[in-house]
């Protein structure tokens, strides 16, 4: 299922109406999709597969989906399914790399943080304080990894 039909699906269901600050937004991080609020507070990460397969499923049955079980995840049966970065951090198998900048002016590096590969596009990355966050490939030039 295409990102547009993802989309398309939502508006059907009524989750992703304009200025409601529990609106549903997807955005693609293949071989996922973050869906969150309009305010950013809310998270919800699932696997595109299992997120088509489960919206076509309720669409074709002529199903609703209420904001509460969108935002809880149970629409999804038994998919994995992540509440924010650091379950998905969790989840991934992949050995993570530290990571470090230069220090202007010096020799030295600075380390601040630990990143895993989660696309060819995204890095997972989290920071010395525990945060987490999405950072483009192209971002990570300056980064030091080991």
């Known amino acids: 299922m295409s990102l547009e039909r993802v989309r398309t699906q939502l508006g ?22 973050l869906f ?8 919800l990460i699932a696997r595109a597969d299992d997120v088509s397969q489960r919206l076509n499923e309720i669409s074709y049955h002529m199903g609703r989906l209420t904001p509460e079980q969108f935002w809880s995840g149970s ?12 379950e998905l951090w969790e989840s991934l198998a992949a ?7 230069s220090v202007p002016k010096t020799t030295e590096r600075l380390c601040i943080g630990r990143a895993k590969k989660l696309n060819r596009d995204f890095w997972l990355f989290e920071s010395e304080s525990g945060e987490y966050g999405l ?4 971002e990570t030039r300056r980064w030091h990894m080991e």
């Open 75 to 86: 629409w999804l049966d038994k998919a994995p399914r992540y509440r924010g970065f650091d």
């Open 95 to 101: 050995e993570p790399f530290t990571v470090s900048v």
């Open 135 to 138: 950072v483009p490939e192209r």
């Open 36 to 43: 969150s609020d309009s305010i950013g507070e809310t998270f």
């Open 12 to 33: 059907k269901f009524g989750l992703a109406k304009p200025n409601d600050e529990m609106a549903v937004a997807v955005q693609p991080i293949l071989p996922y999709y």
